[in-house]
C-alpha cells in the first residue's frame, strides 16, 4: 500500500469537511454546527501545517481578519502568504481543550495551541490560546476573524 502524503490527506479532509457543511440546510442545530465547525478546525490545522493555501483559502472568508501572536493584522492573503511560506517549517500544529459557542449563525471556538518547526534554521516551540470567529454564508460555515495569543 502506497504512503499517502500530508497534502492528500488534508485535501481529504477538506473535502469531507465541506461536503459536510454543505450537505445541511442553513438553519442548524447546535450540536451539528459545532461537529461542523470542529471539522473544520481540524481542516485548518491540516491545512496550515502542509502549507496548503487554496485549502484553506475554501475555509476563510475574503474579508477575514487575523490578529497573529506578534500583535499584527493579517488580511486573508497575507495570513494565506504567511502559512504557504512557513507551513513546510511546521514539525507539528496542535490544538487541544476546544469549545464551540454556537449563537445562531455565528460560532466562537476558542482552545489552545502548541506548534514547532523551525525558522530560519533555528528550532522553535511556542504555546498560546486562541479565538476563531465563523459565521454561517449560504449554508457554509467561514472563518471571518481569529486571533492567537501567546502563553509565556
Given at each position: 500500500?502506497?504512503?499517502?502524503?500530508?497534502?492528500?490527506?488534508?485535501?481529504?479532509?477538506?473535502?469531507?469537511?465541506?461536503?459536510?457543511?454543505?450537505?445541511?440546510?442553513?438553519?442548524?442545530?447546535?450540536?451539528?454546527?459545532?461537529?461542523?465547525?470542529?471539522?473544520?478546525?481540524?481542516?485548518?490545522?491540516?491545512?496550515?501545517?502542509?502549507g496548503n493555501a487554496?485549502?484553506?483559502?475554501?475555509?476563510?472568508?475574503?474579508?477575514?481578519?487575523?490578529?497573529?501572536?506578534?500583535?499584527?493584522?493579517?488580511?486573508?492573503?497575507?495570513?494565506?502568504?504567511?502559512?504557504?511560506?512557513?507551513?513546510?517549517?511546521?514539525?507539528?500544529?496542535?490544538?487541544?481543550?476546544?469549545?464551540?459557542?454556537?449563537?445562531?449563525?455565528?460560532?466562537?471556538?476558542?482552545?489552545?495551541?502548541?506548534?514547532?518547526?523551525?525558522?530560519?534554521?533555528?528550532?522553535?516551540?511556542?504555546?498560546?490560546?486562541?479565538?476563531?470567529?465563523?459565521?454561517?454564508?449560504?449554508?457554509?460555515?467561514?472563518?471571518?476573524?481569529?486571533?492567537?495569543?501567546?502563553?509565556?
Amino acid at each position: 500500500m502506497k504512503f499517502l502524503g500530508i497534502r492528500f490527506f488534508a485535501g481529504g479532509l477538506l473535502v469531507m469537511a465541506l461536503a459536510l457543511v454543505e450537505a445541511q440546510p442553513q438553519s442548524e442545530d447546535e450540536s451539528g454546527a459545532r461537529t461542523k465547525i470542529l471539522a473544520l478546525e481540524n481542516v485548518w490545522n491540516n491545512a496550515e501545517k502542509a502549507g496548503n493555501a487554496a485549502a484553506l483559502g475554501l475555509i476563510l472568508d475574503d474579508a477575514m481578519v487575523y490578529v497573529d501572536e506578534d500583535g499584527s493584522l493579517l488580511t486573508k492573503a497575507q495570513f494565506l502568504e504567511h502559512a504557504k511560506q512557513a507551513g513546510p517549517e511546521l514539525l507539528t500544529l496542535v490544538t487541544d481543550a476546544m469549545s464551540v459557542y454556537v449563537y445562531g449563525e455565528t460560532a466562537l471556538v476558542a482552545g489552545t495551541y502548541r506548534v514547532s518547526g523551525t525558522s530560519r534554521g533555528k528550532p522553535f516551540r511556542r504555546e498560546g490560546r486562541f479565538i476563531d470567529t465563523w459565521v454561517l454564508k449560504n449554508g457554509s460555515w467561514m472563518c471571518v476573524a481569529a486571533q492567537a495569543t501567546p502563553l509565556r
